[in-house]
């Protein structure tokens, strides 16, 4: 039965209470709304990391209209290509010959030819049983020069099994080739962004003696194969884990995943498990915590009371994040998520016990779309779709993390908070770009 979704829905029909709210999904799926603050990255700006690599999207013209949109914006349009799908291709049959003669045409018309070309198929041919295996032979046949990714734009899949995203951080590297390991060799995997060479998870790595790689740091294709050297890959974003574990079994290298966190405890087992992978002593990180907690505490004196929202696409640890404010201090209103990672499970039944009032908005239920941006008075937004949601223009302007990870990562936090509070956006312009970070947006 459909609803009509006119006038504006009351509060508390659209959030609900952390402490009455089931865990990890606290809102029905159904009927989702797009907010136009995206914040995080699409499968198009992650493919783009391969160096030198070419994008050809195969799917229908409805779902070309924003992977065009986001190669613009890139300022990347040379590196992508569209075959589009219509209605007769769907009746008539040939879906095989459609992708083979039209990434052949596509290939044979660039002014040169690039070392990798990752295909994008979509909805439609899974719906048609496209045999895609045989796309691949005789793509790699007709193109023994070239790598060929086989990559999906597959929105039906979000709810099972790997989602678009973990399968496009996984196919990010299936173009590694297989060489000898170098036990010196250590890979970052997974991220959008560099992280901090200030982080404790860096200078661990370098300081110790190691060569680091990462996607993110690459700057030609021969670079990226370097990272089928290492002899250990480390994830971060809880999307990359099972990148890391294909390339276990896949090339060999050992895998540990080591999520970005908020809490002292974790961060510093994180730290720890990697020095056991390095085979190095471990370090003492009490005078790290002694930093993050004069950040916190100089940071809450600058923003005292003053209500908190936070979105799950500034961080894939938002209820981590909001437990670390909450502890010290800072009044968490809202979070702004539509689910939460099973390894959030303590964070949230601490936040259920200790402060059960704050509120959970999902971000994709379509009551989101007429309810009033805007909240009494200065609120602190921690993410573009909490700032978008509120109405603040006082906002961290980060996504997926930022780069910032550790001890380290909570001074930068912190200090990003400050600096949100005490100097006003202008939301409305960097939410429109919602290509954060690539050149075509700054």
Same mark, same amino acid.
């Given at each position: 039965?459909?609803?009509?979704?006119?006038?504006?829905?009351?509060?508390?029909?659209?959030?609900?209470?952390?402490?009455?709210?089931?865990?990890?999904?606290?809102?029905?799926?159904?009927?989702?709304?797009?907010?136009?603050?995206?914040?995080?990255?699409?499968?198009?700006?992650?493919?783009?990391?391969?160096?030198?690599?070419?994008?050809?999207?195969?799917?229908?013209?409805?779902?070309?209209?924003?992977?065009?949109?986001?190669?613009?914006?890139?300022?990347?349009?040379?590196?992508?290509?569209?075959?589009?799908?219509?209605?007769?291709?769907?009746?008539?049959?040939?879906?095989?010959?459609?992708?083979?003669?039209?990434?052949?045409?596509?290939?044979?018309?660039?002014?040169?030819?690039?070392?990798?070309?990752?295909?994008?198929?979509?909805?439609?041919?899974?719906?048609?049983?496209?045999?895609?295996?045989?796309?691949?032979?005789?793509?790699?046949?007709?193109?023994?020069?070239?790598?060929?990714?086989?990559?999906?734009?597959?929105?039906?899949?979000?709810?099972?099994?790997?989602?678009?995203?973990?399968?496009?951080?996984?196919?990010?590297?299936?173009?590694?080739?297989?060489?000898?390991?170098?036990?010196?060799?250590?890979?970052?995997?997974?991220?959008?962004?560099? !992280?901090?060479?200030?982080?404790? #998870?860096? +200078? =661990?790595?370098? /300081?110790? %003696? $190691?060569?680091?790689?990462? @996607?993110?740091?690459?700057?030609?294709?021969?670079?990226?194969?370097?990272?089928?050297?290492?002899?250990?890959?480390?994830?971060?974003?809880?999307?990359?884990?099972?990148?890391?574990?294909?390339?276990?079994?896949?090339?060999?290298?050992?895998?540990?995943?080591?999520?970005?966190?908020?809490?002292?405890?974790?961060?510093?087992?994180?730290?720890?498990?990697?020095?056991?992978?390095?085979?190095?002593?471990?370090?003492?990180?009490?005078?790290?915590?002694?930093?993050?907690?004069?950040?916190?505490?100089?940071?809450?004196?600058?923003?005292?009371?003053?209500?908190?929202?936070?979105?799950?696409?500034? !961080?894939?640890?938002?209820?981590? #994040?909001? +437990? =670390?404010?909450? /502890?010290? %201090? $800072?009044?968490?209103?809202? @979070?702004?998520?539509?689910?939460?990672?099973?390894?959030?499970?303590?964070?949230?039944?601490?936040?259920?016990?200790?402060?059960?009032?704050?509120?959970?908005?999902?971000?994709?239920?379509?009551?989101?779309?007429?309810?009033?941006?805007?909240?009494?008075?200065?609120?602190?937004?921690?993410?573009?779709?909490?700032?978008?949601?509120?109405?603040?223009?006082?906002?961290?302007?980060?996504?997926?993390?930022?780069?910032?990870?550790?001890?380290?990562?909570?001074?930068?936090?912190?200090?990003?908070?400050?600096?949100?509070?005490?100097?006003?956006?202008?939301?409305?312009?960097?939410?429109?770009?919602?290509?954060?970070?690539?050149?075509?947006?700054?």
């Amino acid at each position: 039965m459909l609803k009509s979704l006119s006038g504006r829905p009351d509060v508390p029909q659209v959030c609900v209470p952390i402490g009455s709210a089931p865990f990890p999904v606290p809102f029905a799926s159904g009927l989702e709304y797009v907010p136009p603050a995206r914040g995080v990255w699409n499968i198009v700006h992650v493919g783009m990391l391969i160096p030198e690599a070419h994008q050809i999207f195969v799917c229908a013209p409805g779902c070309l209209r924003g992977v065009v949109l986001t190669a613009a914006e890139m300022n990347a349009s040379d590196r992508f290509s569209t075959v589009a799908i219509r209605e007769s291709d769907v009746l008539e049959g040939g879906m095989e010959s459609l992708i083979i003669e039209g990434v052949t045409d596509i290939l044979n018309r660039l002014p040169s030819r690039p070392p990798a070309v990752l295909v994008f198929t979509s909805c439609i041919q899974h719906f048609m049983g496209c045999d895609l295996p045989l796309v691949y032979r005789t793509l790699r046949a007709r193109f023994p020069g070239t790598a060929f990714a086989d990559c999906y734009m597959t929105p039906i899949l979000r709810k099972s099994g790997l989602t678009p995203d973990e399968m496009m951080r996984r196919q990010l590297y299936s173009l590694l080739e297989k060489r000898p390991l170098n036990s010196r060799s250590v890979s970052l995997i997974g991220n959008c962004f560099p !992280t901090d060479e200030s982080s404790e #998870l860096v +200078r =661990l790595i370098r /300081e110790s %003696g $190691f060569d680091l790689k990462d @996607i993110t740091l690459c700057k030609t294709y021969a670079e990226y194969q370097k990272m089928a050297e290492s002899f250990l890959a480390i994830s971060c974003c809880p999307a990359a884990r099972a990148g890391g574990d294909a390339l276990e079994k896949r090339l060999s290298q050992k895998h540990r995943y080591l999520p970005l966190s908020y809490s002292y405890r974790e961060i510093e087992q994180n730290l720890h498990r990697l020095s056991g992978a390095l085979g190095v002593p471990e370090r003492d990180y009490s005078s790290a915590v002694s930093r993050a907690e004069a950040a916190l505490r100089k940071a809450r004196k600058v923003i005292g009371g003053c209500p908190v929202a936070l979105d799950a696409a500034a !961080t894939p640890r938002p209820l981590s #994040l909001s +437990r =670390l404010l909450c /502890e010290h %201090g $800072f009044s968490v209103e809202r @979070i702004y998520a539509d689910g939460f990672s099973p390894e959030e499970k303590a964070d949230f039944e601490w936040l259920r016990k200790n402060r059960p009032e704050i509120r959970l908005y999902p971000v994709s239920r379509p009551e989101m779309r007429v309810l009033p941006r805007r909240t009494p008075g200065k609120t602190l937004a921690v993410g573009q779709k909490a700032a978008y949601f509120t109405g603040s223009n006082y906002f961290v302007n980060v996504v997926e993390g930022g780069g910032m990870y550790g001890f380290d990562g909570i001074c930068r936090m912190a200090k990003k908070m400050t600096d949100a509070f005490l100097h006003e956006k202008d939301a409305r312009s960097l939410i429109q770009m919602k290509g954060l970070g690539c050149d075509g947006c700054r």
